[in-house]
């Protein structure tokens, strides 16, 4: 066998095995190979496996001198274009005013809308740039970004035109979301509204390949589920997969709806019931766990050992945005899943990489094969498993994308 490249001394390569995501105990399944080496050609993977039985011929060869390696990250949620700041929320909350009620009272979400919708595309290109450069040095290799605050149809446009930009600027491959997240303040105004987003924005939306997805937070202060499944049956039917935020602060249904209609994920879920658990059992929808979310607003941890022992396919993601999670770290998302959310090591980094692919309708992502991306992460460490333990420091060295190393 011929490669461009072998990478020699990886200390552990750590991956997920085959195609598919991965349910329950899967996700505890995890191929650890010592003493590792990685082929490329022409951008893939060509062969990985024991460095001792690489056979082939390389043009080049790089030593890594023991260090490990996982599959480049993947972050499955993301709301990494905005302006503003939301300073003012966090002394609020931390003064005792929920977020929540911050939002019922036109500020939180509500406020980076008004900051977004001011600020000229160039500019929230600007912004987010920094953003994904910090997600993808802590190992991230695809990352999904929303829209959101535009709210009307035309910014909304904008937000995805911005992502276009954004995905033009970097070497992160970047799937763009179109979120329908707040509704209008003004009760008579919502069903209009929601009539223009069917018969206007996602059908522009999916003519023009703006985004891969339609995302709708259902929520006592956002959407209804049944208002949720009008949008969300528009986006099917014009070939667009649906995404869910759901069960955040109320367990206020909604979940249910997504999964009949076949969403690739379902995210939040901190406060979902357990009679809900079992039903991602043998569904293709991924539950998405944020757990920042959990650690920034001091909520509910989403209960993600019972999901996975009931059988579901859990990802993780940072849900990077002003508000809720300002959290620009791929991997400490991945940390405090083990922290907040009750799973174990193995079971982290399968959410972060296979099963977080899926969540996003990926199936050649998140893991280090023959005939993949050659999208990896080099560690500091020896051990695969500093990845989780790391708090406060990066615990990624060098990130891989396409055969090369890249500069964040
Ligand atoms: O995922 N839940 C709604 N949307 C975001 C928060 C966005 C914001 O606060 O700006 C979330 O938590
Ligand atoms: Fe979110």
Request: with cysteine; glycine share 10%.
């Amino acid at each position: 066998m011929r490669a461009d490249k072998v990478i020699k001394g990886i200390s552990q390569l750590a991956s997920p095995i085959g195609a598919g995501p991965k349910h329950g105990s899967q996700m505890s399944e995890l191929a650890i190979t010592e003493q590792a080496a990685i082929a490329i050609a022409d951008g893939r993977v060509v062969w990985a496996g024991r460095e001792a039985a690489w056979q082939g011929e390389a043009h080049s060869t790089l030593d890594l001198g023991g260090r490990a390696v996982v599959p480049g990250l993947v972050d499955p949620h993301t709301h990494a274009i905005w302006a503003g700041s939301r300073l003012a929320d966090f002394d609020a909350r931390t003064s005792g005013v929920a977020y929540e009620d911050i939002l019922a009272r036109g500020g939180g979400i509500r406020s980076t809308i008004r900051a977004t919708n001011t600020a000229t595309t160039e500019e929230l290109v600007a912004l987010a740039r920094p953003r994904i450069a910090a997600l993808v040095a802590s190992g991230a290799t695809v990352i999904e970004v929303k829209s959101g605050y535009g709210f009307t149809p035309s910014e909304e446009i904008r937000m995805l035109e911005a992502i276009q930009a954004l995905a033009l600027a970097t070497r992160a491959r970047i799937l763009p979301t179109l979120l329908i997240h707040v509704p209008p303040a003004d009760r008579e105004k919502r069903a209009p509204y929601l009539d223009q987003l069917r018969s206007e924005l996602i059908p522009e939306v999916a003519h023009r390949g703006l985004a891969t997805a339609v995302d709708i937070f259902v929520e006592r202060e956002a959407w209804q589920a049944d208002e949720a499944e009008r949008v969300l049956q528009c986006a099917l039917q014009h070939g667009l997969a649906i995404k869910m935020h759901a069960e955040q602060f109320h367990s206020v249904g909604g979940l249910e709806t997504a999964l009949r209609l076949g969403a690739c994920s379902v995210d939040h879920l901190e406060a979902s019931m357990p009679h809900q658990f079992a039903l991602f059992s043998g569904s293709r929808t991924v539950a998405t766990l944020l757990p920042g979310v959990s650690l920034h607003l001091g909520i509910a941890c989403a209960p993600g050992r019972k999901l996975i022992d009931a059988g579901a396919a859990v990802a993780v993601g940072t849900d990077l945005n002003p508000g809720s999670s300002p959290l620009f770290s791929t991997a400490s998302a991945l940390g405090l899943a083990v922290r907040l959310n009750g799973l174990t090591m193995h079971e982290a980094l399968v959410a972060g990489t296979a099963n977080a692919a899926h969540a996003l309708g990926l199936s050649d992502a998140g893991r280090i094969e023959a005939g993949l991306p050659a999208d990896f992460a080099v560690l500091h460490g020896a051990d695969w498993r500093e990845l989780l333990y790391t708090m406060g420091a990066n615990p990624v060295r060098e990130v891989w994308i396409g055969g090369e190393k890249i500069h964040t």
